[in-house]
């Protein structure tokens, strides 16, 4: 069983597009997260969740829009796409978001046309 | 600012071959240190977290350790299979967020 599941793993779209990424957890965890993953690998926090309630939201275009049903769904919805979004997206999940470990899904690549 | 640098960016070792892999931080106050691993087109795996300087903590081949403004992770007669990106995050106190480094590449030659 798949912990941090994402879809889709790849996503190629053309600039202007509007984009969904989809998360789902299944290990009960409270915190979820988005980390976007640069060509340089650095690994940026973007948006956290807790209980549905956001509690990180980092500087990131208002084109980036997190939505969370309930505690085990974050989806990242992503509007009007650039070429400069291009990059791997990471959803993690985790108990509480005060030095726990963070599980990770296996990734989002966006490539933007 | 917190950030975390990690030294070297890549490294290439023989199978056998001994290393240590670095992390220097600065936060205004340490929560935690966290280590992890990731293999090419995965999400990154935890391996440790570290509270506070001269904890230490050990699992199969690598072992963390922690000091006022520096972290390493050693890698005890490696294999194949423990070639993979290092990252080392840092949470501040009273911070809810994981600050990254870059990673180190990890390649053990059989």
């Known amino acids: 069983d798949t912990a941090v599941s994402q879809t889709p793993k790849y996503l190629v779209t053309q600039m202007g597009n509007d984009k969904s990424i989809k998360c789902e957890q299944n290990l009960g965890h409270d915190t979820m997260y988005w980390y976007k993953q640069d060509s340089k690998k650095f690994l940026k926090i973007m948006f956290s969740?807790?209980?549905?309630?956001?509690?990180i939201n980092e500087t990131v275009p208002n084109r980036f829009s997190p939505k969370s049903p309930d505690k085990a769904h974050l989806n990242l919805h992503i509007n009007s796409l650039e070429l400069g979004d291009s990059a791997v997206y990471f959803c993690?999940?985790?108990?509480?978001?005060?030095?726990?470990?963070?599980?990770f899904g296996q990734g989002t690549r966006l490539t933007v046309v | 600012e917190d950030q975390v640098t990690q030294s070297p960016e890549a490294l290439r070792l023989q199978e056998g071959e001994s290393s240590s892999l670095n992390c220097s931080y600065t936060v205004s106050g340490l929560r935690g240190l966290f280590w992890y691993r990731q293999d090419p087109g995965k999400g990154p795996e935890f391996l440790f977290t570290?509270?506070?300087a001269g904890e230490e903590k050990e699992k199969e081949r690598l072992k963390a350790t922690l000091t006022k403004k520096e972290s390493f992770l050693h890698i005890t007669a490696p294999k194949p299979e423990d070639s993979a990106t290092y990252l080392c995050a840092v949470q501040a106190t009273g911070a809810q967020k994981l600050v990254f480094g870059q990673g180190t590449r990890l390649t053990i030659n059989p």
């Open positions: 570290l509270y506070s």
């Open positions: 969740y807790n209980n549905k309630e956001l509690i």
């Open positions: 993690a999940s985790s108990h509480g978001a005060w030095g726990t470990e963070a599980f």
